[in-house]
């Protein structure tokens, strides 16, 4: 079930706790955990309903500007029922804590156990070291450069890296990815250490603000939130790709910390 960016906002802060969907059948149930961008997303409930049934309060619960507002946002694809789905913020992604959780010897040789397998099962042979190497050399760099580099088509490079990101080794950006220091403790048993750059210390920009908008704040050298927070909001505003949506998510992932823009 894919959600818009300013929905994901809304469940986790709790002012969205619905979706309505145009389905043939369900795609998805009660009890469905989804991993998104802000975290975890539970479904808590899935009942198909008549267009003809809903009200300005449902439409205010989905985030939907009006009633006709979301009706129109429903207009496609008509010939399908429309789904209303019930939503509440589950917390942090649990790929977060593993990410930071460094494992020992034996636990590593689980873990390469596994891409082994991993390994053994592509048609294109082995790919797991390979990605986590050039991640490694390469962090924040977008994913079609990294397939490029590799010969690789983009869609399935992003789709392997999805499968080292399930088992912690990886963290998507806004822009590419880098290792979870599992996965540098995981490269560099087989490799041997590395020298890394030292990783920035703050809370990495959300992602739901947009490559546009991380593209412009690395520009001036804005990497964090704590970076963001000594910017007015107006200075923002002022750079190429930096909107107004953007600006109101990083306002939003900033007051979670505590933080605002300067004055």
Do not use: Q
Not at 213 to 235: F, K, M, P, Q
Not at 242 to 257: C, F, K, N, Q, W
Request: aromatic letters at 4%.
């Amino acid at each position: 079930m894919m959600m818009r960016p300013a929905e994901l906002e809304g469940v986790r802060a709790g002012t969205i706790d619905l979706a309505f969907r145009r389905w043939d059948r369900p795609r998805v149930k009660v009890g469905t955990r989804l991993r998104t961008a802000v975290g975890v997303v539970e479904v808590t409930s899935v009942e198909e309903v008549a267009l003809s049934r809903l009200r300005a309060e449902d439409a205010r619960r989905a985030g939907a500007a009006s009633l006709n507002a979301l009706k129109d946002a429903l207009a496609a694809r008509a010939d399908r029922p429309v789904f209303r789905v019930g939503l509440r913020y589950g917390g942090t992604d649990p790929r977060e804590t593993l990410r930071a959780a460094i494992p020992g010897t034996a636990e590593i040789v689980t873990i390469l156990a596994g891409l082994d397998r991993l390994d053994a099962a592509s048609p294109i042979g082995p790919w797991t070291r390979t990605t986590l190497r050039i991640i490694d050399r390469n962090p924040e760099v977008r994913a079609p450069d990294l397939a490029a580099e590799l010969g690789r088509e983009t869609p399935d490079f992003k789709k392997d890296v999805r499968k080292l990101k399930e088992r912690g080794l990886t963290e998507s950006l806004a822009i590419g990815y880098r290792l979870s220091p599992r996965g540098e403790a995981v490269l560099d048993h087989v490799d041997g250490p590395r020298e890394r750059a030292p990783r920035r210390a703050g809370t990495a920009l959300p992602r739901t603000i947009g490559a546009p908008a991380t593209r412009a704040l690395r520009a001036v050298d804005v990497h964090t939130l704590e970076a963001v927070s000594g910017w007015t909001r107006a200075d923002l505003a002022a750079l190429h790709g930096v909107g107004p949506i953007a600006l109101d998510r990083l306002e939003a992932a900033m007051s979670e910390l505590g933080l605002g823009y300067a004055t």
